[in-house]
């Protein structure tokens, strides 16, 4: 399947959060070609600031993979990770993260070296536009 499918399964879970009135970001984990793990920011119904899409997606993998680590998996999420779940992201060891649109404030990628594991493959760019409109309009709404 190609990334652009699982991509919109992590958009689905973006609009969850932005129904809640969350930060409107999405994530799943696949392994081989299904969705293994879900999730989307819930700090406010959590009241927890590490409860970001990424990391809920993840807890959710290791359970059912029943490892710490997801070599085979792909992160899909629609907002580039923050630097905290791009540390959770290195030690699970992922494969592979997709992303949408990029985080100019606090995303991985503004930290030298990357905080991602080297034999991670990096893509950005799926949905982009999609994801980042969708942060607009949360952000607008908010002002």
């Given amino acids: 399947m190609e990334d652009e499918y699982f991509m919109k399964q992590a958009y689905r879970e973006a609009l969850k959060a932005y129904d809640a009135k969350e930060v409107p970001i999405g994530a799943v984990v696949v392994a081989g070609d299904k969705i293994i793990a879900k999730g989307y920011n819930q700090t406010e119904l959590l009241g927890d600031p590490t409860a970001h899409a990424e990391m809920i997606a993840l807890t959710s993998a290791f359970n059912a993979m029943g490892s710490k680590f997801l070599g085979e998996c792909v992160l899909y999420v629609t907002v580039e990770p923050c630097a905290m779940c791009a540390g959770a992201i290195k030690w699970a060891r992922i494969a592979k993260v997709v992303y949408g649109t990029k985080e100019p404030k606090c995303g991985f990628s503004k930290y030298e070296p990357c905080i991602l594991h080297p034999n ?14 969708l942060m607009k309009d949360f952000f607008m709404a908010r002002r």
Avoid: P
């Avoid at 493959?121 to 999609?130: C, R, Y």
């Fill in 120 to 133: 991670t493959e990096i893509i950005s760019g799926v949905l982009g536009q999609e994801s980042s409109q």
